[in-house]
């Protein structure tokens, strides 16, 4: 099995099969830098990544705003001086899909993206 980060992901409908409860844990094992939250009943996953400045965040923010345009499926992203919390979840799903999961795995590889 490929690392999530490079696992392809799939077109995002409404319809999408959402993780079960059984995968869960494993792909959350596969991201331990994240933090599932539910908000209005919907399963997100979440991260807080900190930085020296505003430039450094605004940065990240954009490296994350390109591979999310890449795949055409996208983080919410909050950005403030020297943090940006990134959260994912398949919005017409209303929850959480692998998709979710391979995007949060590459939004990792940008901290080391210059
Ligand atoms: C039309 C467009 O492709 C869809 O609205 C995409 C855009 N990006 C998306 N991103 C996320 N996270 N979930 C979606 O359901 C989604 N849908």
């Known amino acids: 099995m490929k690392d999530l980060a490079q696992q392809e992901c799939e077109a995002c409908r409404a319809d999408a099969p959402l993780v079960s409860d059984d995968e869960l844990p494993e792909l959350l094992r ?7 939250v539910t908000r209005d009943g919907i399963l997100q996953l979440e991260r807080v990544f900190k930085f020296r400045n505003f430039k450094q965040a605004l940065a990240f ?15 919410a992203l909050l950005t403030e001086w020297g943090r940006v919390t990134v ?4 919005h017409e799903a209303k929850g959480l ?18």
């Open 30 to 36: 596969q991201i331990p830098d994240w933090t599932p």
């Open 61 to 75: 923010t954009n490296r994350v705003g390109a591979i999310a345009e890449e795949v055409g499926h996208h983080p």
């Open 87 to 90: 959260t994912w979840w398949s």
């Open 97 to 114: 899909h692998k998709n979710d999961f391979i995007m949060a795995a590459r939004t990792d590889q940008q901290l080391e993206a210059e």
